[in-house]
């Protein structure tokens, strides 16, 4: 069992928040094209005479 | 003559991802620039503005699955079945994305970019099951069978979903147990409740749009199916 609170700070977190925040938003940005480009393409097809 | 407004035409779902965005962008910038960095874990904490509002919303979308899949089987609507189809999918995108910031933050705070430990392998569990009711739905071609199996299987995979949220409590993990208030710093808070709001909205408009997809889809096989017939009986 530890018998203090650990010491020290995790070096270099930077640049893996922003890692993780690009990702989450090219995520997002990419599921919310697809989307619109699956939806818009079913719409198309419904309304062909 | 009455005319209408432009932006009155515009429909109540690209309002829910206009203010969910607008939140996001907010939230975003509280939880980099604004708010304090962790003790311990210093900068790299910052994930967690993103992290955990995955994980709440991707367990959100699941859990209305759920529900949207009971409904379904008891009344067979085409409308609760594209809700439950929007919800798997938005759950689905949320809960690869959760694992991946999990897996970046792992790195920098474990040493390791995995580690099978309960909770990470249980959430793996649960992407891999809900994936596999979309990838299952897609190999049946008749729509009622496909409404009906869809449910079932959304109900069977839903059972890791309580797993996943309370498995940090009942077995011994390397991941934190849940946080509360009381336990993180008021200015860490803020940030986490306008991106947990702003992942919410973005997950409606998400599950909304799908199930317009999904439902267009249905509409599109309705006219092509008993074309097909005619082909074959001709």
């Not at chain 2, 991802?17 to 904490?45: K, S």
């Not at chain 2, 970046?104 to 474990?110: E, F, K, L, N, Q």
């Not at chain 2, 599950?207 to 092509?224: I, M």
């Amino acid at each position: 069992m530890l018998d203090a609170a650990p010491e020290g700070v995790v070096a270099g977190g930077w640049s893996y928040a922003i890692a993780a925040y690009v990702i989450t938003a090219l995520g997002l940005s990419v599921y919310a094209w697809s989307l619109a480009s699956r939806l818009k393409k079913a719409n198309r097809e419904e309304n062909k005479p | 003559m009455t005319q209408r407004i432009p932006w009155a035409r515009i429909s109540w779902e690209h309002w829910v991802a206009g203010c969910g965005l607008a939140l996001l962008l907010v939230g975003t910038y509280v939880g980099l620039f604004v708010a304090p960095p962790e003790r311990h874990m210093g900068d790299v904490q910052r994930i967690m503005y993103v992290h955990v509002p995955s994980a709440w919303n991707g367990l959100l979308c699941y859990t209305g699955a759920f529900v949207a899949a009971i409904v379904v089987l008891w009344t067979s609507r085409p409308k609760w079945d594209a809700a439950m189809v929007g919800m798997i999918e938005a759950g689905v995108v949320l809960n690869a994305l959760l694992l991946v910031q999990g897996s970046i933050w792992a790195r920098a705070t474990w040493g390791v970019w995995w580690d099978w430990d309960v909770r990470l392998t249980t959430s793996l569990v649960m992407l891999l099951l809900f994936a596999g009711v979309m990838a299952l739905r897609s190999f049946v071609e008749d729509a009622e069978r496909r409404t009906t199996w869809t449910a079932i299987a959304t109900i069977v995979s839903f059972v890791d979903v309580p797993l996943v949220y309370f498995c940090v409590r009942w077995w011994r993990s390397l991941h934190q147990v849940q946080s509360t208030p009381e336990t993180v710093d008021r200015a860490m808070v803020l940030p986490l409740r306008m991106n947990a709001v702003a992942f919410l909205l973005l997950a409606i408009w998400f599950a909304a749009r799908r199930a317009r997809l999904e439902l267009a889809l249905r509409r599109r096989d309705e006219v092509a199916v008993p074309e097909r017939r005619e082909l074959v009986h001709a």
